[in-house]
T-cell receptor
Framework: SQQGEEDPQALSIQEGENATMNCSYK?????LQWYRQNSGRGLVHLIL?????REKHSGRLRVTLDTSKKSSSLLITASRAADTASYFC???????????FGAGTRLFVKA | DAGVTQSPTHLIKTRGQQVTLRCSPI?????VSWYQQVLGQGPQFIFQ???????GRGNFPDRFSARQFPNYSSELNVNALLLGDSALYLC???????????????FGPGTRLTVL
């Protein structure tokens, strides 16, 4: 079963609007990762935030991490139709050999 | 440079059959991980291999097996296929086996398996 949960499950916005996706997890982490997946294809790594970081930026992406609440958020600013995809948060298991993914947020950006 | 490659792209099998999926990691990468992604869900970890040895295994039955070759490519085998095995199977490679350090995983495009 998935050990990370994203919400919302689906999000539909207009081009130019901001999109915010949230992720919650149950155990302590060393880092949290966000991935994008287009149309059931391979995943692309977007950004990694370490447990001692609170916020990280990459282009139009902004990720925050609140370890006290065991939650993270991904903000995409000024969204584009090309941002339409599924977004997943992921973390390593305790042993460090497997990545545990959430169920994902499906983002649809209307042109 | 080529990324992670997987073959075949699509595959249709019937229940009870066996299937072999193949993955070639990025040149220089020594670790390969396999994931199963059922439609509408996130990927679920199946195996990780590093230097031809199994480093970790997810909650999958023994019908699932894998191996890694001296050139670091890998095969995933699934025996006695069930309808529920229909999924996208993803392969990811990393530079080393210790992803705690953190070495970014690079994913292939996946193999879409349909079991009828």
């Amino acid at each position: 079963s998935q050990q990370g949960e994203e919400d919302p499950q689906a999000l539909s916005i207009q081009e130019g609007e901001n999109a915010t996706m949230n992720c919650s997890y149950k155990t302590s982490i060393n880092n949290l990762q966000w991935y994008r997946q287009n149309s059931g294809r391979g995943l692309v790594h977007l950004i990694l935030i370490r447990s001692n970081e609170r916020e990280k930026h990459s282009g139009r992406l902004r990720v925050t991490l609140d370890t006290s609440k065991k939650s993270s958020s991904l903000l995409i600013t000024a969204s584009r139709a090309a941002d339409t995809a599924s977004y997943f948060c992921a973390r390593l298991n305790t042993g460090g050999f497997k990545t545990i993914f959430g169920a994902g947020t499906r983002l649809f950006v209307k042109a | 440079d080529a990324g992670v490659t997987q073959s075949p792209t699509h595959l249709i099998k019937t229940r009870g059959q066996q299937v072999t999926l193949r993955c070639s990691p990025i040149s220089g990468h020594k670790s390969v991980s396999w994931y199963q992604q059922v439609l509408g869900q996130g990927p679920q970890f199946i195996f990780q291999y590093y230097e031809k040895e199994e480093r970790g295994r997810g909650n999958f039955p023994d019908r699932f097996s894998a191996r890694q070759f001296p050139n670091y490519s890998s095969e995933l085998n699934v025996n006695a296929l069930l309808l529920g095995d229909s999924a996208l199977y993803l392969c990811a490679s990393t530079g080393t086996g210790d992803i705690r350090s953190y070495n970014e995983q690079f994913f292939g495009p996946g193999t879409r398996l349909t079991v009828l």
